[in-house]
């Protein structure tokens, strides 16, 4: 929870203990004070412990408390680095809005503790247990309400954590390599079409050029889902035109041995023949785009290496279609390749498709890694996903796709304008 300059973390054990406490006294009130640390900055107060009074007063809407016979607790616990934080009460059969009650007695407070902005926290209580709480904080005459916030590292660490899970069941309870390869497919696939945004579409998909040559199969496609005229689906597989692929990966249980089986699979979708036209944006007429990059890269449940030297050395030996740009190792970390290109001089890539081509080839051609970063392991799958995300918003939209292009192939033609 956060006010607009103060976290505040309370450990569960904590507010579980408040939480008896307060179902205990019900249907009268209860409380007690608060015992914590604060950060260095100050920016983040840390509440470790209830400390309860020795003599109190409770009933329906009242709780006074004394700080008499508690010398002894309180020297103990600065021994381990703990001090006055804040007090607590709870509110029977009520809301957890302070009365002005409450605020009295905590300007009172304010003047007997060295701290300057107390803490306060409110627990409803009823007869089938907490209904709510708020924290407020003392200032300048005022209590000031803390608005619940999500934890985002938390989150994260969350959804890795269920992520990872789920690989390893797949990894230990399935025993056939190819059901096993599937189910780790499926679990990435679905992880992307979850919170990538509708614009891409994710899929196992082979991906086709207009002159009929195809790439190997890909595990996973992220591919353009608006402006993909066409999807062949035959015998189980799918058929997706190279000019409408984003990203594509390659799969693995383990990241040993396979960094240049990857490459030479991403490079069979990249050097596939690739269309773009004018198109009209917004109500006017563009000319062709040049081809953008497609992003490549792995994805593995864990990595057998000692650390990430490794890895590293295969990605500085790759070259050209064959480069791949990012990388997620569950269990490891995440990795993105940062490359100085070149673009090529004395080529138009809007004049025509071989220009196009010629200018991707030499973009690709051109990279040098100036750096190979890892993130650490408790986040890999979310910086590889933010990563992913930069990576895609970079590209923008693919080039659009000549139709007539593919048409060829079975000798006809559509007319493109209205």
């Known amino acids: 929870m956060a006010s607009s300059d103060l976290y505040i973390k309370i450990q569960t054990s904590v507010f579980n203990q408040i939480q008896l406490q307060a179902e205990g006294e019900y249907p009268n009130e209860n409380g007690g004070m608060l015992a914590g640390r604060y950060s260095a900055d100050r920016h983040t107060v840390y509440i470790e412990q209830v400390v309860v009074p020795v003599e109190k007063l409770t009933g329906r809407t009242t709780f006074k408390r004394n700080a008499k016979g508690l010398e002894k607790v309180w020297e103990q616990l600065a021994k381990d680095g703990l001090r006055y934080v804040g007090e607590w009460h709870s509110h029977p059969n009520g809301s957890t809005q302070y009365s002005s009650t409450d605020l009295a007695t905590m300007i009172d407070i304010e003047k007997e503790v060295t701290i300057a902005n107390p803490l306060l926290l409110i627990v409803g209580v009823r007869s089938d247990g907490i209904s709510s709480h708020t924290f407020y904080c003392y200032k300048n005459n005022e209590l000031l309400e803390y608005k619940k916030m999500v934890d985002l590292k938390e989150l994260f660490h969350g959804l890795q954590e269920q992520m990872q899970t789920s ?53 996973i496609v992220i591919y353009d889902a608006i402006y993909t005229p ?46 773009s036209i004018g198109m009209v944006a917004s109500g006017r007429d563009t000319i062709a785009r040049p081809l953008t990059k497609i992003i490549g890269g792995i994805l593995t449940t864990t990595s057998s290496y ?20 990012l990388g997620c190792l569950c269990d490891t970390g995440s990795f993105y390749v940062d490359y100085n290109e070149t673009v090529p001089e004395g080529i138009n890539p809007t004049n025509n498709v071989n220009d196009n081509r010629r200018y991707i080839e030499q973009v690709y051609n051109s990279r040098e890694i100036n750096e190979i970063k890892f993130s650490d392991k408790d986040v890999s799958l979310f910086t590889f996903f933010l990563q992913l995300v930069s990576y895609l918003k970079s590209i923008g939209t693919v080039p659009a796709i000549d139709i007539n292009a593919y048409l060829k192939a079975i000798h006809a033609e559509i007319d493109e304008d209205i």
């Open 230 to 275: 066409f999807i062949f689906k035959q015998d189980d597989f799918m058929y997706i035109p190279a000019e409408s692929v984003y990203a594509v990966f390659e799969v693995k249980q383990d990241v040993k041995g396979h960094i240049e089986y990857a490459a030479q699979k991403v490079e069979s979708v990249r050097k596939l023949k690739r269309t």
């Open 306 to 325: 000692i650390g990430n030297d490794t890895v590293k050395k295969q990605l500085k030996e790759l070259a050209g279609l064959q480069t791949l740009d």
């Open 167 to 219: 690989l390893n069941v797949n990894r230990t309870f399935i025993a056939h390599p190819s059901s096993k390869g599937d189910a780790t497919e499926h679990h990435w696939i679905n992880f992307l079409r979850t919170y990538l945004p509708d614009r891409y579409k994710v899929d196992k998909a082979i991906v086709i050029d207009s002159t009929g040559n195809v790439s190997e199969q890909m595990d």
